[in-house]
């Protein structure tokens, strides 16, 4: 099957007076989301990141929220995870649980966390034979732009060094072109053992959500967005996130104080 270039989608970069700001409307823009996609499909797929994501996204479990979203039509992925067993504090599956997943009423047949009995490259290849299986019974559609996993939403946070889900500078895996699911045993934000999706999967989303707080990522974002990066210099990581529809940007103050 022939796909054409993946074309940018449109990006929009919102800022707000505080973190505290940031979850507030981070909460409606998903919701809003969720509802368009249940309207349109009949469900809505969502791929978390693990980080400070979980914690900002805290109001979309508190009412009205909680009470108004149709959680029973909700798909729950993630974008990146250490390989670790998932009772381990280190597990984005667990951060997720706890601050997320146990509040809400989504069917555990809808989240799709890791094997973790695997070495990190059999987690890697398990995670994408379940996606293929996914899309071939039709529960995921694929982008008929780049013919890779089409999800409604990527949750995204990124790194001080620009990493965005285990996809780090100095490292191959983020120019890998035609694996769905990879995975990394040495990555430099510890644990080492990760799996990650692949930048043609991220980029393949409906709506992508880069969600940045925090003074300590203010430099980053301003050589993400385009204001501070050095010529002939390494691309970051985040700089090559975009998505179908729209990618939109949520800063606080401090993340923005740069820019
Ligand atoms: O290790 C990871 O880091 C990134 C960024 O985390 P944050 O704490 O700086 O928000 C996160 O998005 C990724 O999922 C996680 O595995």
Redesign the pocket.
């Known amino acids: 099957m022939a796909f054409t270039t993946p074309q940018k989608g449109k990006t929009k970069v919102l800022k707000f007076d505080s973190e505290e700001d940031v979850a507030a409307a981070l909460a409606k823009y998903t919701a809003d989301l969720s509802e368009k996609s249940v309207k349109e499909k009949g469900s809505f797929s969502v791929v978390?990141?693990?980080?400070?994501?979980i914690d900002t996204l805290r109001k979309l479990v508190e009412s009205s929220y909680k009470e108004s979203v149709d959680w029973s039509k909700w798909l729950i992925f993630?974008?990146?995870?250490?390989v670790v067993p998932l009772d381990h504090e280190d597990s984005?599956y667990l951060l997720a649980w706890r601050g997320f997943l146990s509040k809400v009423p989504i069917p555990p047949s809808n989240v799709y966390a890791i094997n973790d009995k695997l070495s990190p490259e059999g987690a890697a290849d398990e995670y994408e034979e379940r996606l293929k299986l996914l899309v071939e019974s039709k529960v995921l559609p694929v982008s008929n732009i780049t013919g890779f996993p089409k999800f409604d939403l990527m949750l995204?946070?990124?790194?001080?060094d620009g990493?965005?889900?285990?996809l780090f500078p100095s490292h191959h895996q983020r120019y890998e072109k035609k694996r769905w699911v990879t995975f990394i045993t040495d990555?430099p934000?510890p644990p080492p053992p990760?799996i990650t999706f692949t930048f043609p999967v991220i980029n393949s989303a409906s709506d992508i959500a880069m969600?940045i707080t925090g003074a300590e990522?203010a430099d980053t974002t301003k050589m993400a967005l385009g204001t501070g990066i050095a010529p002939g210099s390494t691309p970051l990581p985040c700089t090559e996130v975009s998505a179908e529809g729209e990618l939109t940007w949520f800063l606080d103050k401090d993340a923005a104080s740069k820019l």
């Open positions: 978390l990141s693990g980080g400070t994501l993630w974008v990146d995870e250490r984005n995204l946070g990124m790194g001080p990493h965005v889900a285990s990555s934000k990760r969600v990522l």
